[in-house]
Nanobody, 123 residues
Framework: QVQLVESGGGLVQAGGSLRLSCAAS????????MGWFRQAPGKEREFVAS????????YYADSVKGRFTISRDNAKNTVLLQINSLKPEDTAVYYC????????????????WGQGTQVTVSS
């Protein structure tokens, strides 16, 4: 079992930055690929970014490339999402996710989800 707890969301003006954090508890965090998803009001949950267990491979949605950076610290059981140049369309609940399968994670069916953290971007 892996428990995921996100933090770092909030209200920010367009152009600003936030750093989201996901703290994982449980066993073998370093064995899991980690990812971030988001869900805006009235929309389906969508993939944002993922990082492999060893940090070698990262993937990003086209809409966030160049603005978002995912990273992890296996010693601290933490995955981060640095969000820069925020836009109003980035407003959503951001979810942390984990799975031993990178493909499962990226298609949005991971084994574990966090409870989400709200990011609101004002124009």
């Amino acid at each position: 079992q892996v428990q995921l707890v996100e933090s770092g969301g909030g209200l920010v003006q367009a152009g600003g930055s936030l750093r989201l954090s996901c703290a994982a508890s449980g066993r073998s965090f370093s064995a899991y690929h980690m990812g971030w998803f988001r869900q805006a009001p009235g929309k389906e949950r969508e993939f944002v970014a993922s990082i492999s267990w060893n940090s070698i491979t990262t993937y990003y949605a086209d809409s966030v490339k160049g603005r978002f950076t995912i990273s992890r610290d296996n010693a601290k059981n933490t995955v981060l999402l640095q969000i820069n140049s925020l836009k109003p369309e980035d407003t959503a609940v951001y979810y942390c996710a984990a799975d031993r399968s990178e493909s499962q994670l990226r298609v949005g069916v991971p084994s574990y989800w966090g409870q989400g953290t709200q990011v609101t971007v004002s124009s």
